[in-house]
């Protein structure tokens, strides 16, 4: 008893849920009410942001706030509506009922947003409605007559701007008289049928006619804008800039932060060993955790990037129009428009990619991006491109302008989108056959993007990178260290310590795997702590090629050792090998959070396994028959 | 008024404008094309309501971008033609 009572004092604040069509500005308020106190996790069993803040009023009465998942009804047709209507009815479990529903409607827009308004209404709980962006809506002439619409509607009716600071304080105002909800409601939701549906809508027109006054609403500075934005020829070159500037600034902007972090963990990785007695502990937190995770942290500049990228189109309202113009070209190999940008991101990371794959409503089309995530080049893949290329590509002028080491590498970037474009058509016509996939995607205004919901935006980001690497792949570097450390080499060894460890007894199983592909046992080494990362293959090379330089001296030494030691067709076959890549173990274990099951990632292993293989063997052997070789 | 013959909104030109009729199609299909209509319904596509295509995509139209209401939806051609409109006349004229 003593316990409940406990929990009960602890909870005394408020649930406040705030309930709206995407694009009503609802994150916007959200992040205004509750500045930095914020968590994200996932809804249990599912994975749905769940966003929750905490707010105190002017006069001390204190609010646990939860942000939906935007939804147009609470009869559901994702995932993320799901979520929306069993909160709001109080039967998601794990959740509290509301004590108060804000709905939080885009004043401009009132004939979409207010159904909802009046579909939830009829559950008759304690709610208020949030008239957003009313400074937009008198600059466009929109006259609300709040009382009206409060007569009207039979509840409270507060003006914000979210994007304005104290653009809440009326709703702050009236959320002073919030009390908790006491009164038993039964959920008598019942899902709507056409009926329904159009009596509400002709309820929201007359409502509408009572207390809104618009004039002719004025389109045309959009239309200006979409009928070139949206244009089949000059939309896509628009978007083919943007692109390249943003990957521009990924690759550029990040390099200089990229080796302060680098430079960071290796100086801390030194203070370390200089701090630690020789042994087992300093090599477990200096070549284990501190090497491991830092191999991880340095990709956060160019994520931060990306996803400020990300965020600034999305809320300009551009990222939807990208999706619509990419729509038809993504449906030939059944994904949808709103997989590009999970795409794109993965082409500096899978995981941001793979985690931002949650906007995709639709299950199968979710599914289907998630799988072939890995295989846009991520900028882990680079370092060992630019190894092997490095030391096997002459720096030679083909067809008088191009570099013919630049040709390689783009080639290599194509052959990923390429194979992605394959599997996700193959995935269309097996798994996904004869489905037929919903867009029905709002384009809606264009805005100019908020500094401070792009910074809320992107620490929410930086958060949940950092906790993936802090969890899973701490755990998976640990293991690692442990396969590449132990047992120890014995005193009187010869070869690095890497080949009498567990990573290395492996290399006889290894060394028969792929021998037929070429790899010799250096390289079947190496790809066991490159499961940790791509990129940490380049570093396990040098270790087996017992260099004792570190960082980018290792390239420059390793590159003309490669080029001594290993064939043409063995070097062909390694990058072949590298566009499919089966072994970040990282991408496996979020593909596994975001899935929730073993099988997806199990599935993405077993298919990337087989594709990387055969195209390493074709390579190989056709390198081989052309080129001629040692082992011909 | 002369009653206009209906199209589906698919095959309505760039730039005209039309009127929503969906009660011919509403409630017709299987339980997808149901659900399909209702949320089409729910987002602003009902009865008497103006439509205006504002962009297609390249090749075949597929999708299109359609004015409703204050908003503007991109569809993919199977929910468009879940949609019957009337064309108004006057506005842009184009052949279909």
């Known amino acids: ?632 | 008024m002369k009653a206009t013959e209906l199209i589906t909104l698919f095959e309505l030109a760039k730039g005209q404008e039309g009127t929503v009729s969906t009660s011919a199609l509403a409630g017709s299909g299987d339980a997808a094309d149901r659900e399909l209509a209702l949320r089409l319904f729910e987002i602003g596509f009902v009865d008497g309501e103006r439509v205006r295509v504002i962009a297609r995509g390249y090749p075949g139209g597929d999708p299109l971008a359609v004015r409703v209401g204050g908003t503007m939806f991109a569809l993919r051609r199977f929910e468009a033609e879940r949609v019957l409109v009337a064309p108004l006349a006057g506005g842009k004229q184009v052949a279909a």
């Open chain 1, 1 to 632: 008893m003593n316990a409940a009572l406990a929990a009960n004092a602890e909870d005394s604040a408020l649930h406040l849920i705030l309930l709206g069509n995407p694009n009503c500005g609802k994150t916007a308020l959200f992040n205004l009410l509750t500045g930095s106190r914020q968590k994200v996790a996932n809804y249990p069993g599912v994975t749905v942001d769940r966003k929750e803040g905490q707010m105190t009023t002017p006069l001390g009465k204190r609010f646990r706030v939860f942000d939906l998942p935007g939804a147009y009804s609470l009869n559901a047709v994702s995932i993320d509506e799901e979520v929306t209507r069993d909160v709001v009815l109080g039967v998601r479990e794990g959740e509290q009922r509301p004590d108060l529903i804000v709905c939080v409607c885009d004043a401009t827009n009132l004939k979409l947003n207010l159904r909802l308004v009046l579909e939830v209404r009829r559950l008759g709980r304690p709610m208020l409605l949030a008239l957003n962006m009313t400074d937009l809506a008198s600059k466009r002439g929109i006259e609300i007559d709040v009382p009206a619409l409060q007569r009207e509607l039979d509840m409270p009716v507060v003006n914000t701007v979210a994007v304005k600071r104290g653009g809440a304080s009326a709703l702050l105002e009236q959320l002073e008289l919030a009390v908790r909800d006491v009164v038993p409601h039964a959920a008598t939701w019942q899902a709507p049928d056409v009926a329904d549906v159009t009596a509400t809508q002709r309820e929201v027109r007359r409502i509408l006619a009572a207390s809104v006054r618009e004039p002719v609403i004025d389109t045309r500075f959009d239309e200006r804008i979409d009928r070139v934005v949206l244009h089949p020829f000059w939309g896509m070159l628009i978007l083919a800039a943007t692109l390249f500037l943003m990957f521009q600034a990924v690759f550029s902007w990040a390099a200089l932060p990229m080796e302060w972090i680098k430079g960071g963990v290796e100086a801390f990785g030194q203070l370390l060993a200089a701090q630690l007695p020789e042994g087992l502990l300093r090599s477990l937190l200096v070549d284990g955790i501190v090497a491991g995770v830092g191999s991880v942290l340095v990709f956060m500049p160019q994520i931060l990037i990306l996803f400020l990228f990300i965020l600034a189109l999305e809320d300009s309202g551009y990222l939807p129009r990208a999706a619509f113009l990419l729509d038809r070209l993504m449906g030939t190999v059944g994904l949808s428009g709103r997989s590009f940008i999970p795409l794109l991101s993965s082409f500096a990371c899978a995981i941001p990619g793979i985690m931002a794959a949650r906007t995709i409503s639709n299950w199968r089309d979710r599914l289907a991006t998630i799988m072939i995530a890995p295989l846009m080049t991520c900028s882990a893949r680079l370092p060992v491109y630019a190894l092997i290329i490095g030391a096997f590509i002459p720096q030679t002028t083909v067809a008088g302008v191009f570099n013919l080491q630049g040709l390689v590498l783009f080639a290599l970037y194509l052959a990923g989108v390429v194979s992605a474009m394959a599997v996700a058509g193959v995935l269309k016509m097996t798994v996904a056959k004869g489905l037929q996939h919903p867009l029905m995607l709002e384009l809606p205004s264009y805005r100019w993007p908020h500094g401070r919901n792009l910074l809320l935006g992107l620490l929410e980001r930086a958060r949940i990178f950092i906790h993936r690497v802090g969890n899973i792949i701490l755990a998976l570097m640990i293991v690692l260290w442990f396969l590449s450390t132990f047992p120890a080499a014995p005193a009187d060894a010869i070869g690095p310590a890497i080949q009498y460890s567990y990573a290395g007894m492996l290399r006889h199983a290894l060394e028969i795997v792929f021998a037929p592909i070429g790899f010799n046992w250096q390289i079947s080494i190496a790809l066991v702590p490159g499961m940790a990362a791509r990129e940490v293959a380049v570093g396990a090379l040098g270790t087996v090629y017992a260099l004792s330089a570190s960082g980018d001296d290792v390239a420059a030494q390793l590159a003309p050792m490669l080029a001594a030691g290993w064939s043409l067709p063995t070097a062909f076959s390694l990058l072949a090998w590298y566009v499919f890549s089966p072994q970040c173990l990282s991408t496996l274990a979020v593909v596994k959070r975001e899935t929730n099951s073993w099988r997806y990632p199990l599935l993405m292993a077993g298919y990337l396994f087989a594709l990387a293989y055969g195209a390493a063997f074709v390579t190989y052997r056709v390198s081989l028959a052309l080129l001629g070789g040692p082992y011909a």
